[in-house]
Every structure is written in C-alpha cells, then in structure tokens.
C-alpha cells in the first residue's frame, strides 16, 4: 500500500509457506511447537510417575519427555540469544549488520538442533 518493496517472509499467506523453508523463520515455528510438545509430554511423563507407573513405560508412550532437560537448556540460549540480539540492533556498533546476522545463525543453528533432536526421537520410536 506504500509502495514499498516487502520481501516473501513478510507478505501475509507467502510468508507462511516461505519461512517455513528457509532461516530462522522456518527454524522457529517449528522450534517454538516442539518446545511446546515436550513441555506437554514432560508434564504429562511427571504426573504419570507421580501415580506410580513404571517410568521405562512412559518414556516409551511419550518419548518427547526425553528432550525435557536439552529443551530447557537450548530455549534458554536462544532467548539470550534474542535478547543480545536486540541489544546490538539497538546500539551504534558500525558492525552491528554483521553481528546480527552471526546472532541469527547461532539462533537458527541452535533452533534446528532441537528440532532434529524432536525429529529423530519420533523417528526412533516407530
């Protein structure tokens, strides 16, 4: 409507099918529902044990509980992570491109070890 050019990832319905194969957008979606499946399946794996059930047969109907403790520690990184990254865009740093750009790769990279981890734990226990 202003005239300017919008690159794919910010055009409404591209967007969607777009940033979910390239960068940190196709990483995050699938990181932030895969954080959100492992915290579920770690709840549900804690209050099973609380009732007393075998602990070898619960990480077996919800393997997901596996990731909870390697899910905490790389949500944590990239919120700091995210963090640093705001606090570069917001300074003067005449490198402050470059920076930003290095913080997304490490953010990505971080995003998509936990996603493999997610997918390869589901693979294993088919």
């Known amino acids: 409507m202003t005239g300017e050019e919008l690159a794919a990832h910010q055009l409404v319905l591209v967007g969607r099918i777009y940033g979910n194969m390239r960068g940190v957008n196709g990483e995050s979606s699938a990181f932030y529902e895969n954080i959100r499946r492992i915290n ?3 709840s549900e794996a804690k209050d099973r044990s609380e009732r007393g059930e075998d602990v070898g047969a619960i990480l077996e109907d919800v393997p997901l509980a596996k990731l909870d ?3 905490g520690v790389v949500d944590k990184r990239v919120s700091d992570l995210v963090k640093a990254r705001r606090k570069v865009q ?5 490198n402050k491109r470059d920076l930003v750009k290095e913080i ?3 953010i990505e990279a971080s995003m998509y070890q936990l996603n493999k981890a ?3 734990t589901l693979a294993l226990d088919r």
């Open 118 to 120: 997610v997918h390869e």
């Open 90 to 94: 917001a300074g003067d740093n005449p």
């Open 104 to 106: 997304n790769q490490e």
């Open 69 to 71: 403790g390697a899910a």
């Open 40 to 42: 579920t399946s770690s």
